[in-house]
């Protein structure tokens, strides 16, 4: 049976444009091959998201809320588990200098996910997202389960939203480690104190710098050079020697490295 048919996408490996129908028949009766993957009652495609403009994404997974730090504030209160704010947000928080942003990446403990499943419950839909597909989790669904119980493998973050009828409103990223430590997702090796590792202003924690330019520098897109370029002159010595450390540990040949060798700035929270 068929849910819908004809929906077209662009195959980025083949660079061409392919048919794809949404198929709800049985797992067991689908080939290796077909890429839709049934859990939950989802209907899940993988695609080359990475390549895709801001408006394809757009048209394939809708729109985003215009959300600040304050609203992640507000939203969070009364939530009993650990957060703090990652991405776009967190740099220009700690640079003042002003830049674009496509959404807003709150981050909680991956530990925690019982805690914000429940602080989610009757206020926003969860979607868990791995590599390109979704995947609703139902608040119903084992509760209390352990992340890697109850998430695609894959999944490291949730997109939330109030119904289908709106926008999505976070990115919440699920980091590993515990309040006490944040370890490197990418290299478990890589591990800072937490309360190094965030730092507040206004009541909002938010990721160090340095942690969101590691981040950042494995995909070195054109908002990622502007944002390490904007960043640079506001890193301290320690700041600039943690992620020069980090990135001849992980990526021994970035042309960032060059750049933090050179001069030291004071600034900084």
Known sequence: MLLFSGFRIFDTERCQCVLVDFDTSPRSSRTAQSPIVHRL?????????????????????????????????????????????????????????RRSHDDIDP????????????????????????????????????????????????????????????????????????????????????????????WEQDGIRYLQPQIQLLYKAKGLRTKDQADFAATLPHLDGRRRDWLQDALERTIPDHPWIDSLSGGRSSSGA
């Not at 048209?59 to 650990?82: C, H, I, M, S």
């Not at 206020?123 to 389960?145: F, I, N, V």
């Open 107 to 198: 981050s909680v403990l991956s530990a925690e996910l019982p805690l914000l499943r429940r602080h989610l419950a009757g206020k926003l839909h969860a979607w868990a997202a791995s590599s390109g597909s979704l995947t609703p989790l139902l608040p119903e669904d084992a509760p209390d389960a352990a992340a890697e119980d109850v998430l695609p493998a894959g999944a490291g973050q949730l997109w939330a939203r109030r119904s289908a009828a709106d926008p999505w409103e976070y990115d919440i990223l699920l980091a590993p480690g515990s309040r006490d430590e944040w370890i490197y997702k990418r290299n478990n090796t890589i591990r800072l104190p937490m309360a190094e590792a965030v």
């Open 41 to 97: 009652g989802a209907y899940r495609l993988t695609v080359g998201v990475n390549e895709l403009s801001d408006e394809e994404f757009t048209a394939l997974y809708g729109q985003w809320a215009n959300r600040t730090p304050q609203d992640v504030k507000e939203f969070f209160e009364g939530y009993g588990g650990l957060w703090w704010i990652a991405g776009g947000w967190a740099l220009e928080a700690f640079t003042g200098v």
